[in-house]
């Protein structure tokens, strides 16, 4: 029987072995099982090799006890030498348990060799003559919109750019530079002012059409703001004059954001004066490119300062749009709304909600504390939002909560709300995705580091479990049709790995290596 078990024991141990050795086959089962299933897998191996071991070494021990004891006359000397063979067979089992056993499988190493997987399909979605198309269909326009979140999904750290990819990026800026409004083509007027006349810089939904779109130009900033880090730089722009000259465009880009704000504080998607005009998207993708402009190129010692008009007034116009969002924040829904102007609404937006929540965070985790309230307002607002990890969001029950909602179940914003009175434009009925929103704000509220600013660890923690155990899902989601649905999952993916050590964020090098070696053939 002892034999019997310990060969059924050896078994399962090189199995688990197996299992947590080889890479694929440990993804391939997570993919299948989903992050939960497969740790509960790891702990049945785990309990039963304990079990069968344990159970070899006790008949083992019976045997030897019955040499020493049972057939002989029992003295005290074989009493002890039976006790501890039992100890040492004891010990022994658990050291080699202990040892044979792979580590506790990890959601993090699947999640960078997918964030690897989705780059791959970004940066090979390039076209010859730059730039990217809005979906993976080869009938589908080329668009400045995908094209700046894509660059901005690769550059963003940690960093994707490599040599092989490095030059399909330069050439992904050549064409975002070649379709500016603000390089003499035909210009549109919005309330006796183009986006191009007031800022010299602007881009459409798409290429043919000349009236610059707010939240365009904001991701167009964020790709630039990320390719200009440190460790991507060089590799985009090589020389040190065309080093600068990203830096001066992305300088004429944060003008035009900060041209277009509006005096209440928010963000209209066209160039106007009328705050009834402002959308929650506008603004919250505009004040993103601020607060990474703040926090990532005004910090940034190694490139040549921004003009003074733009760093003397940056920190005010983060704070006024922060203020904006506060203000337009919709508490009977415990939610943000895309048209806050529109009256007697009733749909919460949890995407759109999400994104706002983990924009505001970057706008106040340097050097800018939310003044007067607003700070226990934001700690309110997302311990609210938490609390639907497990429990429906009001008036919205069939959406369920975040551990059972389907990835593809995502809001869009109401028909009328794509109306702007009086101007002979509509704006984009967007889609809000709330899968990658929901994992990037759990991400960075489940920081130590903010712990004592925001009061929330512990909710953030059990909405990151949640979105950790569904993330085979959230990737599967993510490697769909549409270009924006692969890069803000990617970035999202990203802010995860990054909220996971506090001496900066890296993808597994192996990995890295392969991609490029694939990348190459």
């Known amino acids: 029987m002892a034999g019997v078990l310990s060969i059924v024991a050896a078994t399962l141990v090189a199995a688990a072995q197996m299992i947590g050795a080889l890479k694929d086959v440990s993804t391939k089962l997570w993919e299948w099982l989903g992050i939960s299933q497969f740790v509960f897998l790891h702990y049945f191996m785990v309990g039963v090799v304990v079990v069968l071991t344990f159970g070899a070494a006790f008949f083992a021990w019976l045997w030897i006890n019955r040499a020493l004891v049972q057939v002989r006359v029992p003295t005290d000397r074989r009493r002890l030498a039976s006790a501890s063979i039992a100890i040492a067979l004891a010990a022994f089992c658990s050291i080699v348990t202990y040892s044979a056993m792979p580590s506790t499988p990890q959601l993090e190493p699947h999640i960078s060799k997918h964030v690897i997987e989705l780059n791959e399909r970004l940066a090979s979605s390039f076209e010859q003559k730059g730039g990217i198309r809005v979906s993976s269909h080869p ?99 090589p020389t040190e004059s065309e080093q600068r000259a990203a830096l001066k465009e992305l300088g004429e880009i944060l003008r035009a954001l900060m041209t277009l704000q509006l005096s209440e504080g928010g963000w209209a998607p066209i160039a106007t004066t009328r705050n009834d005009y402002a959308r929650t998207y506008s603004t919250v993708i505009a004040l993103w490119a601020l607060a990474e402009a703040h926090n990532k190129i005004l910090s940034d010692n190694s490139l040549e300062p921004m003009e003074p008009e ?117 704006i984009e009925s967007s889609t809000f995705l709330w899968g990658p929103w929901v994992l990037a704000l759990c991400s960075v509220s489940n920081r130590p580091s903010l712990d004592e600013t925001t009061g929330v660890a512990a909710e953030a923690a059990a909405m990151c479990r949640v979105m950790g155990e569904r993330a085979n899902e959230l990737m599967a989601f993510a490697r769909g049709e549409f270009t924006y649905v692969t890069a803000e999952t990617m970035l999202a993916a990203k802010v995860y790995l990054c909220s996971k050590t506090e001496q900066g964020c890296t993808l597994d090098q192996s990995l890295m290596d392969k991609s490029s070696k694939v990348a190459r053939r």
Request: hydrophobic share 35%; net charge neutral; glycine share 6%.
């Open 139 to 237: 009938t589908s326009i080329r668009q400045v919109w995908a094209t700046a979140q894509s660059i901005a999904a690769i550059s963003r750290p940690p960093s994707n750019v490599t040599r092989d990819n490095s030059n399909e990026m330069r050439k992904g800026f050549h064409y975002i530079q070649d379709v500016s409004l603000g390089k003499g083509q035909a210009e549109v007027q919005c309330i006796g002012a183009s986006l191009s006349q007031e800022s010299g810089v602007g881009w459409g939904y798409i290429d043919e059409l000349k009236w610059g779109v707010t939240e365009v130009t904001g991701w167009v900033a964020l790709a630039y703001i990320y390719a200009l880090s440190p460790e991507n730089r060089k590799l985009i722009w």
């Open 310 to 426: 733009i760093t003397a007034n940056l920190e005010n116009q983060i704070r006024k749009g922060v203020l904006w969002l506060d203000l337009n924040y919709t508490p009977e829904l415990e939610s943000w709304v895309p048209n806050p102007s529109r009256p007697s609404q009733t749909e919460s937006f949890e995407g759109l909600t999400a994104q706002v929540l983990y924009v505001i965070n970057l706008a106040r985790v340097k050097d800018y504390p939310l003044r007067d309230n607003l700070e226990d307002k934001y700690q309110d607002r997302l311990k609210s939002f938490y609390k639907h990890t497990f429990l429906d969001f009001p008036l919205q029950s069939k959406k369920g909560t975040f551990g059972k909602r389907a990835m593809r179940t995502n809001d869009r914003s109401h028909d009328s709300d794509r109306y702007l009175p009086g101007l002979p434009f509509m």
